[in-house]
């Protein structure tokens, strides 16, 4: 399986010459999900039949929304920019940066 990743990879940066751009642009959309909003939700997810047992429930449930609200946001924007690059790229313009 890696080194089918890694081959993959490498026919992807001799074909593509903006994988940077690409990268930039599945990164922004994965690490958002993956490391902020999908461990929040699974964390109110899996405590919320325990909510009436925990008195600091309400302020985990809030901390939680915030931190998924937070990886929202920064994935919209994240992706809004890569895909702004990209677009700009792939126009031929000279003020892309």
């Not at 929040?40 to 997810?45: E, W």
């Not at 901390?63 to 809004?80: D, H």
């Not at 890569?82 to 031929?92: D, F, G, R």
Request: proline letters at 2%; one cysteine or more.
């Amino acid at each position: 399986m890696y080194n089918f990743i890694v081959i993959t990879d490498a026919i992807a940066a001799i074909v593509d010459q903006y994988l940077d751009l690409l990268i930039a642009l599945i990164g922004s959309v994965a690490s958002a999900a993956l490391a902020l909003v999908f461990p929040a939700l699974l964390d109110i997810v899996t405590f919320w039949p325990d909510r009436h047992d925990d008195k600091l429930y309400w302020l985990k449930f809030s901390k939680n929304i915030f931190i998924a609200v937070f990886g929202f946001t920064g994935f919209v924007f994240g992706t809004i920019t890569a895909i702004q690059q990209l677009v700009c790229k792939l126009s031929n313009r000279i003020d892309c940066e």
